[in-house]
């Protein structure tokens, strides 16, 4: 048998193993890995830089752009100028999310990864006309994946992994304008609290074809504020294809759904009805493999979300690059 032909059949064994990471930014959506993709590369550490861009925009009844007028794509330059106004169902008012993180894995042993995560954030919100931006360092995840199940037949393969990790506050939490007025929770680079997660994350493939469930859980702590966000769950269901071209490329499209839920923030321990989230989003993404570099995008939009009198979730764009070794 030719040495490309043993290699063929190897990646084929690998082809579909999960790699979930989750960020701990404001939103628990984005913790345990809903945004890495597929990866063939069977335990093998690697890191990676990913870029990840969330949009809520438009109210209840109104239009909701991933993109809105006025709104930037990529980090901008910080603007602490503006006065802060309440929202008053303008529909150019936007909230936007960005990170872009430094991601590790390492593996222990066979079954054991380790996992860190620290990000770069800016968020910008936009209310009656007025326009904000802060940036800086985020708040820090670390966690470990246990492999419960691990199979890699020719034509089955299956894996189960349960993960626990922590968000530490390392990010920033006292941002203000310029006359000295503090910005919102979720405006913050980081939440001032400590917060644990629970995960876990199936993959079932049969040649080609495969899909992987994520789900969590995050039990969100308080800062010295006494400010919160309620404890949290998400899902998010990928179905992808695989395709060799060539000998050294793969390519895996998929179609991904993602539900999230959050009570909203918190002061006392008392809800408050900012900011709860009760969404389902649906998307596209595509996985591309060469050698020991894997490029990762995805673009998500808002399907349904329950009644809210803020800007409304309009969607999510994330692009990622991961090195193996």
């Not at 770069?120 to 419960?148: C, K, Q």
């Not at 020991?292 to 994330?318: F, R």
């Amino acid at each position: 048998m030719s040495l490309s032909k043993i290699h063929y059949i190897a990646n084929r064994k690998m082809l579909v193993l999960l790699f979930i990471f989750m960020s701990g930014q404001a939103f628990a959506c984005d913790i345990c890995g809903c945004f890495m993709g597929i990866t063939p590369y069977f335990n093998r550490n690697n890191i990676s830089l990913l870029y990840r861009y969330r949009s809520f925009n438009g109210y209840d009844g109104q239009s909701h752009s991933l993109f809105p007028n006025g709104g930037n794509f990529f980090i901008p330059s910080r603007n602490q100028h503006s006065p802060i106004t309440s929202h008053a169902g303008n529909p150019e008012d936007y909230e936007l999310y960005r990170s872009l993180e430094i991601r590790g894995k390492y593996f222990i042993n066979s079954k054991l990864e380790i996992n860190a995560i620290l990000p770069y954030v800016s968020n910008s919100e936009r209310y009656n006309g007025y326009t904000s931006s802060i940036s800086g360092i985020g708040d820090a995840n670390l966690y470990a994946g246990y492999h419960l199940i691990q199979k890699q037949n020719d034509n089955f393969k299956q894996q189960l992994i349960a993960g626990v990790g922590i968000k530490l506050p390392t990010g920033k939490n006292d941002f203000k304008n310029n006359e000295g007025i503090r910005y919102s929770s979720l405006m913050q680079a980081g939440t001032g609290s400590t917060d644990g997660f629970v995960y876990l994350n199936y993959m079932v493939g049969m040649g080609k074809f495969g899909a992987s469930l994520n789900t969590s859980y995050k039990v969100n702590g308080t800062n010295n504020r006494d400010e919160g966000i309620a404890n949290s769950t998400t899902s998010f269901l990928n179905v992808f294809y695989m395709q060799r071209i060539g000998k050294e490329i793969q390519v895996m499209p998929s179609a991904q759904f993602f539900y999230e839920y959050s009570g909203g923030e918190q002061y006392k321990g008392i809800k408050t009805g900012e900011h709860v989230m009760n969404n389902l989003m649906g998307g596209i993404g595509a996985d591309i493999f060469y050698k020991n570099i894997a490029l990762n995008t995805g673009i998500q939009k808002n399907i349904w979300e329950a009644e809210t009198d803020h800007p409304m979730s309009a969607g999510k764009v994330y692009i990622g690059i991961t090195y193996h070794f």
